[in-house]
């Protein structure tokens, strides 16, 4: 089944924009997210998040609209987890820049880094953070980040100032102290949890919960805002 280029209009930061639009996936590849296999089912919802990704606004409008309109309940479940991943990619572009750790200002030595005064040890790594994706471990040292070390205390504090003035998605190299060397860790930056209720802190759980419910609520309210125009 082929489908000719169509243009839609989007509004992006006040202003009208054409966008291309593919046309929707073919029938036959809506039938197979609800075929009887569970695989067959896990790879068309794959196939169609690869459609979905490669013309992102026009999709949301289409996979919304047949989230609404489907009466299949597995077709409307698995076109809504869909949207998700694609609105979800927005909210982790927005906000201030998170690794996903607890820490402690600590005075340190590194001939690799004479200026290095002080560091920050990790207490605590948040589960699926930045962090732990990218093989930071309670107990270790960091002794820099990029080219900044620090030369005075706290290193904690403008660490975290430095971390949330980047944007998410943005990689950085964190220095940790490894065994009398430095060592590399590159980090893909995420988005730092809303924080409505004091500081950041609280166990492992409780901060991973923190950020599964953020993402939740960024997702509801750009569902409520799409159904109040339609």
Do not use: H
Not at 45 to 65: N, T, Y
Not at 123 to 149: C, E, R, W, Y
């Amino acid at each position: 089944m082929n489908f000719s280029p169509r243009f839609a209009i989007f509004v992006t930061g006040g202003f009208l924009c054409p966008a291309v639009f593919a046309g929707p996936p073919p029938n036959e590849a809506i039938l197979r997210l609800s075929a009887e296999s569970f695989q067959e089912r896990e790879a068309a919802q794959s196939s169609l998040l690869d459609w979905a990704k490669r013309q992102p606004e026009p999709a949301k409008e289409w996979l919304l609209r047949r989230w609404t309109q489907e009466s299949d309940p597995e077709v409307r479940r698995r076109c809504l987890e869909v949207l998700r991943s694609l609105v979800l990619e927005d909210y982790l572009k927005e906000g201030k820049g998170y690794v996903g750790i607890l820490m402690l200002s600590i005075a340190i030595q590194v001939p690799d880094l004479p200026k290095a005064k002080f560091g920050i040890r990790v207490t605590m790594v948040v589960p699926d953070s930045p962090a732990a994706k990218g093989g930071v471990n309670p107990g270790d040292v960091i002794v820099g980040v990029n080219d900044l070390v620090w030369e005075q205390a706290p290193a904690d504090v403008p660490f975290s100032q430095w971390i949330q003035g980047r944007a998410p998605g943005g990689r950085v190299t964190l220095k940790l102290w490894e065994n009398g060397k430095v060592v590399d860790r590159e980090l893909i930056l995420g988005r730092r949890p809303d924080e409505p209720q004091g500081p950041f802190s609280g166990s492992p759980e409780e901060l991973k919960q923190r950020d599964r419910l953020a993402r939740e609520q960024y997702f509801q309210r750009w569902l409520d805002q799409r159904k109040a125009r339609r």
